[in-house]
């Protein structure tokens, strides 16, 4: 499981943040301490010092300094029990002054050891959460309000299969898709006309993904390849664009929706073929929807594009007519 390094950076920042304010906070109590009571700041004083002293001394005389710091822990001992006192006296818990880590498993560096603490675990993924509410409704779409009445029951004349049958496929592959994500899942290609669900269920798969702890970017086509020119021909930042591009091609599970609604370019092309050859030979996964057909986009795009979406991808067919008149019908 890879992070997005620019979600992690701002998950630490908030814990650098947090960390910051709860220092604060101690500072305050600390004075205000020393303000009730000024022999409370003679005591932490004599603590600062006698510890400074029994290391310093074990370190000039050479020897085994375990004999000194069982002095200086039954002095220390004795100076906390004492601080505690002038404490109630100022009126204040004997344990005012303690310091109290919001996350005591780490102390409030996000990390044990040299894994992450789940303290930072939580705050990136509320940055993920953040970064994708920007594009989805996140709190609305999710596998539980996807209503499959909205597809009809009549067999297609096409097929002789009703499209409420497909639509029910389509969603069980995707629930499990989502449920399962993993390094080895396949890569998909959902495809069908507009307004079948593909951007809806779309939005499914990448909340439950990223709320499992996996580094997934949602983004349009057309979003994405103005990234790759703005990195290619200097248009605007530069270095935020490089990073963007990073964060594309590196990502667990990249989302690439409604391909097919750019422009086509010789360079859309070549940045095509960059993003899908980078993340399948680096083991990253990747969700595709179009309204194009594969024989639509063979039309668009190079054979080595289409050699790719055909043999690295699991096609899932949406069927159906358009259910958003039917949406607002009942709403």
Do not use: H
Request: glycine residues 8%.
């Amino acid at each position: 499981m890879s992070l997005d390094g620019k979600l992690l950076a701002r998950a630490k920042a908030r814990l650098d943040k947090r960390r910051a304010d709860n220092e604060e906070g101690w500072r305050v109590r600390r004075e205000t301490a020393y303000a009730k009571n000024p022999r409370i700041r003679d005591i932490d004083r004599s603590l600062r010092e006698s510890v400074a002293g029994a290391v310093t001394g074990a370190l000039m005389s050479g020897g085994d300094p375990t004999e000194a710091l069982d002095a200086i822990r039954e002095e220390n001992l004795d100076l906390q029990e004492r601080r505690g006192m002038e404490l109630l006296r100022a009126g204040l818990p004997m344990d005012y002054l303690d310091e109290k880590y919001i996350c005591p498993k780490c102390r409030d560096t996000g990390y044990r050891g040299t894994e992450l603490c789940s303290c930072l675990m939580e705050l990136y993924r509320d940055e993920q959460r953040r970064e994708l509410s920007a594009l989805l409704k996140l709190g609305e779409d999710t596998f539980d309000s996807f209503d499959l009445s909205y597809y009809s029951e009549a067999p297609d004349p096409a097929t002789g299969v009703p499209p409420r049958s497909v639509m029910e496929t389509v969603y069980e592959t995707c629930r499990e898709y989502a449920r399962k994500f993993s390094p080895s899942s396949m890569n998909l290609f959902l495809q069908g006309g507009t307004g079948l669900g593909k951007t809806f269920l779309s939005t499914c798969i990448a909340r439950v993904v990223s709320e499992r702890g996996f580094s997934v970017v949602y983004d349009t086509a057309t979003s994405v390849f103005s990234k790759y020119e703005a990195e290619k021909f200097g248009r605007g930042d530069t270095e935020d664009a490089k990073k963007d591009i990073k964060r594309l091609e590196n990502c667990d599970l990249l989302i690439l929706d409604d391909l097919g609604t750019e422009f086509p370019t010789a360079f859309v092309t070549s940045a095509l073929y960059t993003l899908l050859n980078t993340r399948i030979a680096g083991g990253k996964k990747t969700v595709i929807s179009s309204n194009l057909t594969l024989d639509e986009l063979a039309q668009r795009y190079s054979a080595p594009i289409m050699s790719r979406l055909t043999g690295e991808f699991y096609v899932l067919k949406f069927a159906g007519s358009d259910i958003r008149p039917l949406k607002r019908a009942r709403s």
